[in-house]
């Protein structure tokens, strides 16, 4: 039953634009939802959270919106630097995290 | 603070070897997590631990996969006997709660041939 689904495997987009990853979910109990991006050869990094309460988070570069009536979550990053490129995983946090295969990103110059 | 440690980083081993990971979180975090990483799968979690204590271990592939955390300082995870279809990257991660923030090791890097 995987309830938070990341639809894009992979995503390409050009150094200064914008970057869109998306998450839809289907459990609205959810208390809040994370961002975890993994470069490779390690291990995933804690990257922004979002509280069911809010809308929208934003820390630098990278802002989270919620969209609760549509069950979607999606981060934002903008502007897009090659460093960027990873794979971000939005688990869910039900008594544990669920991880799944994740959205890569690359950013090229 | 040193991170969540794993070693080996790197294991080559042969089909009905036994392999053990292993795993030193953070300190002063309760629960600890370990997944797997294959490419048809993604990032998988086969146990977790809170208070030392085995909490959920469904996601644990079968019954050549053991895991125990005997202190809150040290897990391994033990698969005896390997096969190939057990090479992946094993990633293990701490928290202060299961629901929080998790840390993540290196991960080990396993091959079985």
């Known amino acids: 039953d995987q309830q938070v689904k990341q639809n894009s495997p992979s995503l390409s987009v050009q150094e200064g634009r914008i970057s869109i990853l998306n998450c839809d979910y289907t459990?609205?109990?959810?208390?809040?939802f994370l961002w975890y991006k993994k470069y490779p050869a390690e291990g995933p990094t804690f990257l922004i959270s979002?509280?069911?309460?809010?809308d929208k988070n934003e820390d630098g570069r990278f802002t989270v919106f919620l969209n609760k009536s549509a069950k979607h979550l999606s981060l934002h990053i903008v502007p897009s630097q090659p460093g960027d490129s990873a794979v971000y995983f939005c688990?869910?946090?039900?008594?544990?995290?669920?991880f799944g295969t994740g959205t890569r990103l690359q950013v090229f110059p | 603070d040193a991170g969540v440690i794993q070693s080996p980083r790197h294991e080559v081993t042969e089909m009905g070897q036994e392999v053990t990971l292993r795993c030193k979180p953070i300190?002063?975090?309760?629960?600890l997590f370990w997944y797997r990483q294959t490419m048809m799968r993604g990032l998988e979690l086969l146990i977790y631990?809170?208070?030392?204590?085995?909490?959920?271990d469904s996601g644990m592939p079968e019954d050549r996969f053991s895991a125990k955390m005997p202190n809150a300082s040290f897990s391994t995870l033990k698969i005896q006997p390997s096969e190939p279809r057990d090479s992946a990257v094993y990633f293990c991660?701490?928290?202060?709660?299961?629901?929080?923030?998790?840390?993540f090791g290196p991960g080990t890097r396993l091959l079985v041939l």
């Open positions: 688990p869910h946090n039900t008594d544990k995290l669920i």
């Open positions: 459990n609205s109990m959810f208390d809040y």
């Open positions: 631990f809170n208070n030392n204590v085995p909490i959920d």
């Open positions: 300190s002063g975090h309760n629960s």
């Open positions: 991660a701490s928290s202060y709660r299961v629901v929080e923030t998790q840390y």
């Open positions: 979002i509280s069911s309460i809010k």
